[in-house]
């Protein structure tokens, strides 16, 4: 029996649109091996755009080095390192985003970001001592590993050249996993720092007692139930050269 002209045109209606569904269902969500192969998107936080703004030489102070140890030139903090110590900012902060890009002049250097730290911490603070307070973002240069071992004998466990986050003295924090042996630390969860003389770009987030970091783009640790959560932001001279540059800071609510 022949159907009619209306029924046979819906019935071929229904056909095109169900190998339509079956299309988009499973052709256009279709990946080939190399598109799958492709690296994930890296999260590149430049600190540019609305709310972001620049630390430069007027937003430091000096806490306990000499005027030799921090020096402004060329839109760049340039440390001896020496002594052992730290340099802040005018201004605490709470919430906040940074971006930061760092090097290492020297073969095995040692520096870092402090988060969060309070007047207490460096009040009347001698030279070659650093805070008792403080979220430490480390920058470590991949040397460091190997003057290590050869000073000391041992292996080294308990910390990385990839962007440790960790709590300073009294200061607490919840670190992400994977943990350093003791549980203290956040190591990395990739290897993504570059070596002496190239720039590595660090972009920290920081919100109601949170921090993570990414390192040159993409996330790798981290901690949280951090606690003081206000402070000042400190940059660390620990005994090699190290440089400074594009710091950029950009406040939450």
């Known amino acids: 029996m022949s159907l009619p002209k209306s029924f046979q045109t819906f019935s071929f209606l229904k056909t095109i649109g169900f190998l339509g569904s079956i299309f988009v269902l499973f052709g256009y969500g279709y990946l080939s091996p190399a598109q799958q192969s492709q690296p994930a998107p890296k999260a590149f936080i430049d600190?540019?755009?609305?709310?972001?703004r620049t630390l430069g030489e007027k937003d430091f102070a000096p806490v306990n080095g000499t005027p030799e140890t921090w020096v402004w030139k060329d839109d760049m903090w340039h440390s001896t390192g020496k002594p052992i110590g730290v340099f802040r900012t005018q201004q605490k902060f709470t919430n906040f985003e940074l971006v930061?890009?760092?090097?290492h002049l020297e073969f095995g250097g040692n520096s870092g970001i402090f988060a969060w730290v309070p007047d207490e911490a460096l009040k009347d603070l001698p030279p070659d001592k650093l805070p008792n307070y403080g979220i430490e973002i480390q920058a470590l240069d991949h040397g460091y590993e190997t003057l290590y071992e050869k000073r000391t004998g041992k292996k080294r466990d308990f910390f990385t050249t990839n962007g440790d986050v960790f709590a300073v003295g009294k200061s607490k924090m919840t670190p992400f996993p994977p943990l350093s042996p003791n549980g203290s630390r956040s190591f990395p969860r990739k290897n993504l720092s570059k070596g002496v003389g190239e720039w590595n770009h660090y972009y920290v987030r920081a919100i109601n007692g949170e921090i993570r970091l990414w390192v040159n783009g993409e996330e790798v640790s981290g901690g949280n139930n951090c606690e003081p959560r206000t402070g000042y932001l400190c940059l660390e001279a620990e005994?090699?050269?190290v440089e400074f540059?594009?710091?950029r800071i950009r406040e939450l609510p």
């Open 47 to 52: 600190g540019t755009g609305p709310g972001w």
């Open 245 to 247: 540059k594009n710091i």
């Open 100 to 103: 930061a890009e760092w090097r």
């Open 239 to 241: 005994g090699s050269p």
